[in-house]
């Protein structure tokens, strides 16, 4: 069973940059697809971000394309979330889990998150 930790949040200024990281234990890591999500106060969790096993595919949804990037580093054991041109509304708690698609693996069990808060 993978196990993921997810850190690098902070507060920053609209326009700013963070880098978020998903760190996992266990050596089948590298076999899974990874995806962020975050979820706003009051609104459901939504998919953010997703990057195949091998690193060759990734996608994102239509809200951070062209701001975010994602990217895993195999030796370790890591995937990132750079994220420029930050804007308030990106504001919310950010997940990363196994995923299928652009949803979360069956039985995935979600972490604390890292909490990204994006001021005017």
């Known amino acids: 069973q993978v196990q993921l930790v997810e850190s690098g949040g902070g507060l920053v200024q609209a326009g700013g940059s963070l880098r978020l990281s998903c760190a996992a234990s266990?050596?089948?890591?590298?076999?899974?697809?990874i995806g962020w999500f975050r979820q706003a106060p009051g609104k459901e969790r939504e998919f953010v971000a997703a990057?195949?096993?091998?690193?060759?595919?990734?996608d994102y949804a239509d809200s951070v394309k062209g701001r975010f990037t994602i990217n895993r580093d195999s030796a370790k054991n890591t995937v990132y979330l750079q994220m420029n041109s930050l804007k308030p509304e990106d504001t919310a708690v950010y997940y990363c889990?196994?995923?299928?698609?652009?949803?979360?693996?069956?039985?995935?069990?979600w972490g604390l998150g890292t909490q990204v808060t994006v001021s005017a």
């Open positions: 990057i195949s096993w091998s690193g060759n595919i990734t």
């Open positions: 266990g050596r089948t890591f590298s076999m899974y697809a």
């Open positions: 889990a196994r995923t299928l698609g652009r949803r979360a693996a069956t039985g995935v069990n």
